[in-house]
């Protein structure tokens, strides 16, 4: 019994650090983010009218504006789409963004060129901000995917990676996920993938990376670990995502916990004169082969993605995989249904309560071989004390009565997105 005792004190005393950081942060002024080093706040969003919050983490508005606000060189923002509202938590950042680049403060915003017309008036309010680089990056040209990061850099020092896009309601009406971590060599490192980017919007030819002598082929990576897709894109360094992924499904020994809002090993081909794309089964056959050896797997991925190929892929890892695949579906907010909303979006993944994945990817073939994304991974004291407090969020939704089991031999409508 002592030996249990003892074994378990470093996971508890790292969880109970973790937790009081981050509710200091969560609860104090503006200032209790800036302590230097590497520190991490974890920062989620929360569908508003859900008892889903987990009181250790922070929200990812009020981080936002903190971190607007106490950028004193530079911001730099990637992200797949904008869309705001009036009244909304987003709004207030907009305002910061506004008045950071009215007191000087060296703004570059990059946006994927997909969904450039679903709030048009946003991004020209954008482009009218002092000191405010706007660029477009059509990464479907060059690869056929898109710009899905979503990642700030603040001042060179300060990085935020989190599954929120640039969108009112993901910061009000969706569970989402990010990290704010104090670390200059990891917030050059995201620079670097932001600069190949920043370039390739603006001449549309994929970056070209010299190599160096005597440099690795991955940086040291610490407690706290930053990869990337797709693969061919990233500066030395930089780990591609997948190839960080499998080992870590790999390795793990008693439990995989998986949050997503969609998985597939199938994905259909967007050009309707070319046939689909073989399946992908990648994460697919590492998930089954750790179910094999006795892992614990439980999945749980939004109500969106349970039906055609990614309800396919699902019920296939149940029936042949042995995973526990559930679903979440939120519900409406009481003053009516907003579209694009009310949904998990988070995407993390622990495993043996010991290590933290997080990012911007879900899980299918496109978001790492032909898709910008980034993904943070936890180890070591940070990957004890992060997991910790993330099995407690997962908890929340996993046994909350939002959740139901894949059965896979039902037949399950298409969830409206409206």
Known sequence: MLHGIMKSLPIFLSALLFLSCSTLKHSSTAHALSTGGSETTIAQSIPLETDLANPAFAM?????????????????????????????????????????????????????SLMLSQDTPSIERLKKIPGLAFRVLNLKKITGGILHAKYWIIDGKRLFIGSQNFDWRALEHIHEMGAL???????????????????????????????????????PAGEIELVASPPEFNPPGTRSAIDALIPLIEGAKQQIRIQLLSYATQEKSYDSTKKD????????????????????????????SITGAEGESLKALVRQGGVDVRYAKIPQFSSG????????????????????????????????????????IFKGQQGLAASEQMNVSFNKVWNSAYVEKIDPGKDYPKASKN
């Open 60 to 112: 990812a508005k009020d981080v936002w504006l903190q971190m607007i606000r106490e950028a004193q060189v530079s911001i730099d923002v990637a992200q797949f789409y904008v869309t705001n509202q009036a009244g909304s938590a987003l709004e207030d950042v907009i305002q910061e963004l506004e008045k950071a680049g009215s007191r000087g403060i060296k703004i570059r915003f990059l946006l994927d």
């Open 181 to 219: 971590i104090e670390n200059a060599a990891l917030a050059s490192q995201l620079t670097g993938i932001f600069e190949a980017d920043w370039a390739m919007a603006l001449t549309n030819i994929p970056p070209v990376f010299a190599p160096k002598p005597g440099q690795p082929a991955a940086a």
């Open 277 to 304: 794309p073989a399946p992908w089964l990648v994460i697919d056959q590492a998930l089954r082969a750790a179910r094999a050896r006795g892992v614990q797997v439980q999945l749980l991925v939004a109500d969106w």
């Open 337 to 376: 249904p907003i579209p694009y909303a009310r949904v998990i979006h988070s995407k993390v993944m622990i495993v043996d309560h010991e290590t933290l994945w997080l990012g911007t990817s879900n899980w299918s073939h496109g978001y790492f071989s032909t898709s910008r994304n980034v993904e943070l």
